[in-house]
């Protein structure tokens, strides 16, 4: 098992910032992605942004391009998504999450449906 804990979430105005965190711990040393997904409410929970643990390749929502920074610290087991230049519809929980062997091949689609294990979340509210 993984588990997964995510932090840095907050309220922050429009144009501000935000790094997020996620600690992995328990078999991560077996997760072959990890990816940020979102979900506003009554919206579809949608995949941000993924990196691979091994080469750090990284693959990203077009509507966070240029915007968000996913990275990773592996001596840290962790991993970070830096939101810069926040609007008010970047509003939503953001989750953590890491993809095993089964979704190795295709975790880079950031498809729910890939990762197998997943954070609580936490909430970023960004004010106009």
């Known amino acids: 098992q993984v588990q997964l804990v995510e932090s840095g979430g907050g309220s922050v105005q429009a144009g501000g910032s935000l790094r997020l965190s996620c600690a992995a711990s328990?078999?991560?040393?077996?997760?072959?992605?990890m990816g940020w997904f979102r979900q506003a409410p009554g919206k579809e929970r949608e995949g941000v942004a993924v990196?691979?643990?091994?080469?750090?390749?990284?693959y990203y929502a077009d509507s966070v391009k240029g915007r968000f920074t996913i990275s990773q610290d592996n001596a840290q087991n962790t991993v970070y998504l830096q939101l810069n230049s926040l609007k008010p519809e970047h509003t939503a929980m953001y989750y953590c999450?890491?993809?095993?062997?089964?979704?190795?091949?295709?975790?880079?689609?950031?498809?729910?449906?890939?990762?197998?294990?997943w954070g609580q979340g936490t909430q970023v509210t960004v004010s106009s």
């Open positions: 328990g078999y991560s040393y077996s997760t072959y992605c």
């Open positions: 999450a890491a993809a095993g062997v089964y979704g190795r091949g295709w975790c880079y689609t950031r498809s729910r449906a890939a990762f197998d294990y």
């Open positions: 990196i691979t643990t091994s080469g750090g390749s990284t």
